[in-house]
């Protein structure tokens, strides 16, 4: 059960959120989101001055905030960055696995660098910080770990084999979770945003012919932003998804749907 004892509420005021990837892009409009909604933030990234810029920004929300330093390619500064972050605010209430990594390519032409770049950030990553997190709130008997997936995760696209193998894994992986931590007051979710305008698709953006045909296959006729993720994130990790166990919600603007 959530902590949050008023039932269907989206209120987050007393929670503690843990946002990966939050230095910039699609993490960290979710961070600010999160504290928006009144969640404390941990925002951890590759880089210490972005989380610190991000962090300082929070705090002059009125929300508790710290910056950590994490590279979830690597289990030791997984562990090593969640222990900082309980020992300093004793508890981690939510998890929004959105550390990512991108490669565009054919199939013949990624290299083994390549693929271990995206597995290991989208997928190995993403394990390992759910593991080390989940543990901590299997223990408390609470807890929302929200995956941020893709539309990649149910559909395929050329020159997205590292990505989409990831993201579809990321899917089994938020199923596999929730299965076995549902009856224990864990929810594991997943989101799948289409294509947000982030640094990491800047060079994608940039491109007018990719842009004309992927909107072709958007029926709401634009692309996501990141705030349009943020609602989704919200609602996951909050008391109003409680019966909410191994779903990826889908924020494409009707992309999967035809």
Not at 52 to 68: N, P, V, W
Not at 140 to 169: D, E, F, L, Q, W
Not at 241 to 253: A, E, K, P
Request: aromatic share 4%.
């Amino acid at each position: 059960m959530s902590q949050d004892s008023s039932s269907g509420s989206f209120e987050l005021t007393g929670r503690v959120a843990l946002v990966t990837g939050a230095g910039r892009g699609l993490g960290r409009t979710i961070a600010l989101g999160l504290a928006r909604a009144g969640a404390d933030v941990a925002a951890a990234a590759r880089s210490l001055p972005e989380v610190k810029t991000l962090a300082d920004e929070i705090a002059r929300m009125g929300r508790r905030a710290s910056a950590h330093e994490v590279d979830v390619r690597h289990v030791r500064s997984i562990r090593s960055s969640v222990d900082a972050i309980l020992a300093e605010h004793g508890r981690i209430d939510i998890l929004v696995n959105s550390a990512g990594a991108k490669v565009v390519a054919p199939v013949t032409d990624v290299t083994e660098e390549d693929w271990d770049l995206v597995i290991n950030t989208n997928l190995r990553g993403a394990f390992f910080m759910a593991q080390a997190v989940g543990t901590h709130m299997l223990a408390r008997g609470s807890g929302k770990i929200i995956n941020v997936a893709s539309t990649y995760a149910v559909v395929g696209a050329p020159g997205r084999a590292a990505y989409a193998a990831s993201k579809g894994g990321l899917l089994q992986l938020t199923r596999v979770m929730a299965a076995e931590w549902a009856g224990r007051g864990v929810n594991v979710n997943a989101i799948g945003p289409t294509s947000v305008s982030t640094p990491m698709n800047e060079a994608l953006f940039a491109d007018p012919g990719w842009k004309e045909q992927a909107l072709a296959k958007i029926p709401a006729g634009r692309f996501a932003s990141a705030d349009d993720v943020v609602g989704s994130v919200i609602f996951l990790a909050s008391s109003a998804s409680d019966m909410v166990h191994g779903q990826i919600l889908l924020i494409d603007g009707g992309l999967t749907a035809v």
